[in-house]
């Protein structure tokens, strides 16, 4: 199984970036997809979940109306849509696959390599 993250970048505060996250080797809509997030320094955060067939999902307080969190499963892909970012949002982004709609990291078993947002003032 793999997840291949991409999108990151460098964006000015108020920006916009759409992260992706390519999966392979498992069915990919039979799995909980979510997003997290890590900065220098700190402890690995939970951003967003989608369940398997996108009916619900789930953000964490801070981005909540920032940030959507969208699944292709035609297309084994799943999106971050991240709109007015702010310098806080600056960390490395990765995406997750598990079989439990959650937000602790130890409930995917799957992960992707991380992708670096960054976000200046």
């Known amino acids: 199984v793999q997840l291949q993250a991409s999108g990151g970048g460098l964006v000015q505060a108020g920006g916009t970036l759409k992260l992706s996250c390519a999966v392979s080797?498992?069915?990919?809509?039979?799995?909980?997809m979510g997003w997290f997030r890590q900065a220098p320094g700190k402890e690995r955060e939970f951003v967003a979940v989608?369940?398997?067939?996108?009916?619900?999902?789930y953000y964490e307080d801070s981005v909540k109306g920032r940030f959507t969190t969208s699944r292709d499963n035609a297309g084994n892909t799943v999106y971050l849509q991240m709109n007015s970012l702010k310098p806080e949002d600056t960390a490395v982004y990765f995406c997750?696959?598990?079989?439990?709609?959650?937000?602790?990291?130890?409930?995917?078993?799957?992960w992707g390599q991380g992708t670096q947002v960054t976000v200046s003032s």
């Open positions: 989608d369940t398997w067939n996108g009916r619900s999902r």
């Open positions: 080797g498992r069915t990919f809509s039979n799995y909980v």
């Open positions: 997750a696959s598990g079989f439990r709609f959650s937000w602790r990291p130890s409930d995917y078993d799957y």
